[in-house]
């Protein structure tokens, strides 16, 4: 007899078998639903992929808001810097260092890397089909940045499609600059605005200047630079990188990662010592679509710094106006407007515009204007008045295209300086790229000179000038800007 352990009845045996093959059905079933969902979400995956746009990986940033400190002990160095078109002469010792030479000192400075956002180049006098000696200070800058282009890293994230002459972008391109086009007209129906520099992550300049020979001797910019202030230039730095993320993917993410995310804000501003002076600094950026969460965006930073304002706002920009400037059908836009008028009359706050005047100036800017400077009655204590500033012209200057205007784009109150970028137009804000650097040093108990009080001063020194004209309801404003 064998052994019990082999030993098994027959009708066991069946039930055994029997189980066995129920078990062998289920999980061929399993196996079955599994490779059917599977299957199911591959082809969900291959139809997404397909579909949507491509959208390369995020490599966070180093510098994330979760690393940025709320204070800075860098030793920050800020000086205005200014370019004066030629033959433009002031009865005033209110001066600063020019942009050409403030270009030539990042240049110089740089050690590693040098990051620009433009709109356009045109640096040289071949781009605008000039003869024009004041043309070497472009051509002096292209030819630098060429050099350091096949040494150092230089990224270049500039507006598209670039309707005018490309020779400067090809030159940079062959000499080692890595240069992303950003198709913003695609992507937000606006243009790439912004005009700054980032370098070695610790020097930074932010202006009206364009990439543009006529910007250092032909027509009048303002804007800063600040030098070893690496917490502020990592913050501008994470906007530049937006822009250089949408030059490759040519799409917004719906919600920007963490490594695009500040801490420095209106509400909660970076504070650091500018020129030894306690400051309270943020940079704002439009258009909102492009403002990662932390952001301030650039009209909310305006109308925050009008509303901070308790005695004066004095504002300098090329074009005014209460519209959306390139739309079409026509659009009215008072966000500015309306503020500026409010806090005229609820704050009693005076108001100063100096608006630029020359041959492109749009004339349905004027009656908007004159509307403003109609806010004015001293009996009820309403102060607002209006300016038109023109650079005079020989007949030879007049040749050159597109020069000879005040292009500056600031504002500054009895507390803050705002130095942007962008025109004040609706467009300017809701569509196209642009940046601010927003200082308030007020807190101050330091003897040295605030960037508010040099702001105040340039405002003053051209408000007062021969160069500008003061606009009321019978200026026939076409007659003065030719």
């Not at 800017?365 to 403003?372: N, W």
């Amino acid at each position: 007899m064998k052994p019990d352990i082999f030993y098994v009845p027959l009708d066991e045996a069946l039930r055994r078998r029997q189980q066995h093959t129920r078990k062998a059905q289920f999980y061929s079933r399993c196996v079955i639903v599994l490779t059917t969902v599977a299957t199911v979400l591959l082809t969900c995956m291959a139809i997404y992929n397909f579909l949507m746009p491509k959208v390369p990986f995020f490599h966070p940033a180093p510098s994330s808001s979760l690393h940025q400190p709320k204070t800075c002990s860098d030793p920050c160095n800020i000086v205005l810097v200014e370019s004066i078109p030629e033959g433009l002469e002031f009865n005033s010792s209110t001066s600063h260092p020019s942009i050409f030479q403030t270009w030539l000192r990042l240049m110089n400075e740089a050690q590693s890397s040098i990051d620009i956002a433009s709109f356009y180049w045109t640096l040289t006098n071949s781009d605008t089909g000039t003869h024009e000696p004041t043309a070497d200070q472009g051509e002096t800058i292209l030819k630098r940045l060429a050099q350091l282009s096949g040494k150092l890293s230089v990224r270049i994230a500039v507006n598209a499609p670039q309707e005018t002459l490309k020779e400067d972008l090809t030159l940079l391109k062959n000499s080692g600059a890595d240069i992303r086009t950003v198709n913003m007209r695609e992507l937000t129906s606006g243009v790439l605005h912004t005009k700054f520099w980032v370098v070695d992550g610790k020097h930074i300049y932010i202006g009206s200047a364009n990439m543009d020979w006529r910007s250092l001797t032909q027509v009048k910019e303002l804007g800063t630079a600040i030098y070893n202030c690496s917490c502020l230039a990592a913050d501008l730095g994470k906007i530049f990188e937006a822009y250089w993320f949408l030059g490759d993917s040519q799409s917004i993410p719906s919600t920007w990662p963490d490594s695009f995310t500040t801490l420095y804000n209106k509400d909660t501003p970076l504070q650091l010592p500018l020129n030894n002076t306690p400051s309270r600094v943020y940079l704002s950026s439009s258009p909102p679509s492009l403002c990662a969460a932390g952001r301030t965006q650039d009209l909310q930073s305006i109308l925050s710094v009008m509303e901070d304002a308790q005695s004066f706002i004095y504002i300098a920009v090329m074009n005014y106006l209460p519209t959306m400037e390139f739309s079409h059908p026509k659009r009215y836009w008072a966000d500015i407007d309306t503020q500026l008028r409010r806090v005229a009359y609820e704050k009693r706050v005076k108001v100063r515009l100096l608006i630029s005047c020359w041959a492109s100036t749009q004339p349905v800017m004027f009656p908007f204007l004159k509307s403003l400077a109609s806010v004015y009655d001293p009996k009820s204590k309403l102060d607002v008045q209006v300016r038109l500033f023109v650079v005079p012209a020989s007949p030879k200057q007049k040749e050159i295209p597109f020069a000879r205007v005040n292009h500056n784009k600031y504002m500054v109150t009895d507390k803050i300086a705002y130095i942007g970028t962008s025109n004040w137009s609706g467009d300017y804000f809701v569509s196209t790229a642009g940046s601010a650097l927003v200082v308030n040093q007020t807190s101050s108990l330091s003897s040295e000179t605030t960037v508010q009080s040099q702001l105040k001063a340039v405002f003053e020194r051209d408000w007062n000038s021969a160069y500008s004209t003061p606009l009321n309801q019978h200026s026939n404003a076409k007659d003065l800007c030719h």
